[in-house]
């Protein structure tokens, strides 16, 4: 069975940090990059980052850049997401989805995954 599930999501103060994980099981974790996406009420989902399994390129939108880094562990099947310098409008369902490449069009990369997993709320607020 396919899993994954993120987590580490919560409440944090702007200016705050968090570290999402993402867990994956039941497929060939190597052979997939995984993305974070986002959703906040309201809104059209949105892709935030990304890594390759191969060589750990990654990509983010715009908005992370300089504040979120993405690493992985393939010999843990772990994904991380390391978020400093939160702002209000970083709050969201923050999702962790498998696709076969990593591309700078995140968008692209969330329509087409293979496999999603369930979110955790990321809630920046003072």
């Known amino acids: 069975e396919v899993q994954l599930q993120a987590s580490g999501g919560g409440l944090v103060q702007p200016g705050g940090s968090l570290r999402l994980s993402c867990a994956a099981s039941?497929?060939?974790?190597?052979?997939?990059?995984i993305g974070w996406f986002r959703q906040a009420p309201g809104k059209e989902r949105e892709g935030v980052s990304c890594?390759?399994?191969?060589?750990?390129?990654?990509y983010y939108t715009n908005s992370v850049k300089g504040r979120f880094t993405m690493s992985s562990d393939n010999a843990k099947n772990m994904v991380y997401l390391q978020m400093n310098s939160l702002k209000p409008e970083d709050t969201a369902v923050y999702y962790c989805?498998?696709?076969?490449?990593?591309?700078?069009?995140?968008?692209?990369?969330?329509?087409?995954?293979?496999?999603w997993g369930r979110g955790t709320q990321v809630t920046v607020s003072s």
């Open positions: 989805a498998a696709e076969t490449i990593c591309i700078p069009n995140l968008q692209a990369m969330g329509a087409h995954a293979d496999y």
């Open positions: 890594i390759s399994s191969t060589d750990g390129t990654t």
């Open positions: 039941g497929f060939t974790f190597g052979d997939y990059a």
